[in-house]
């Protein structure tokens, strides 16, 4: 099974700034069947990247993915407020359908 | 629109069993699978597994295999997750969440389930 670890586990930043969280998985990753959320406090998950590098709707472009292989990462420029919360990467094997989750990155206010 | 609801939150004794609904409205419930994703108390996601809700195939996570059973009524569109011989671990809340191909989104609401003696 592909493992995804996700670094750092916390990230201390301050508005305004840039944050980068990392996902190394243990194996290659189609890129079509790499995606990011973000869940905050008492809420479900909820997409923000899929395919390792598209926005789903509504999600403000400060929000942006990049990489393949087994090596992605989530950009947030110019963080706001409402962007402090726990973000996760997860990846579909098919045949049979197959999910995994990052640990998760908590990304908090400095 | 879309709309996952879930049934409301159980405390359960180890050893029992405890069975988590899904309502599914606002599609066509065999066009999406369905995916089971638990959250332990301060801890990540851990997918459970997924059911197919045209034709009920399953997958589940191998650690859960034989502990956990996932159906669906598509009359009701409505899907289910049974999970037995609990344990003090098995405290989470537990999300459903339609399946599109390899996204899921959106989810339900959240059901908490508590196993404590």
């Not at chain 1, 998985?25 to 990247?49: C, D, E, F, N, T």
């Not at chain 1, 990049?66 to 997860?90: H, K, M």
């Not at chain 1, 359908?97 to 990304?107: D, M, S």
């Not at chain 2, 409505?78 to 399946?99: G, K």
């Amino acid at each position: 099974d592909i493992v995804l670890t996700q670094s750092p586990g916390t990230l201390s930043l301050s508005p305004g700034e840039r944050a980068t969280v990392s996902c190394r998985a243990s194996q290659s990753v189609s890129r079509s069947y790499l995606a990011w959320y973000q869940q905050k406090p008492g809420q479900a998950p909820r997409l923000l990247i899929y395919g390792a590098s598209s926005r789903a709707t509504g999600i403000p472009d400060r929000f942006s993915g990049s990489g393949s292989g087994t090596d992605f990462t989530l950009t947030i420029n110019r963080l706001e407020p409402e962007d402090f919360a726990v973000y996760y990467c997860q990846q579909y094997g098919s045949s049979p359908p197959t999910y995994t989750f990052g640990q998760g990155t908590k990304l908090e206010i400095k | 629109q879309v709309q996952l609801v879930q049934s409301g939150a159980e405390v359960k004794k180890p050893g029992a069993s405890v069975k988590v609904s899904c309502k599914a409205s606002g599609y066509t419930f065999s066009n999406h699978g369905i995916s089971w994703v638990r959250q332990a108390p301060g801890q990540g996601l851990e997918w459970m597994g997924w059911i197919s809700g045209y034709n009920g195939d399953t997958n589940y996570a191998q650690k859960l295999q034989g502990r956990v059973i996932m159906t669906t009524d598509t009359s009701t569109s409505t899907a289910y997750m049974e999970l037995r011989s609990l344990r003090s671990d098995d405290t989470a809340v537990y999300y459903c969440a339609r399946v599109s191909g390899s996204l899921f989104g959106p989810w339900g609401q959240g059901t908490l389930v508590t196993v404590s003696s």
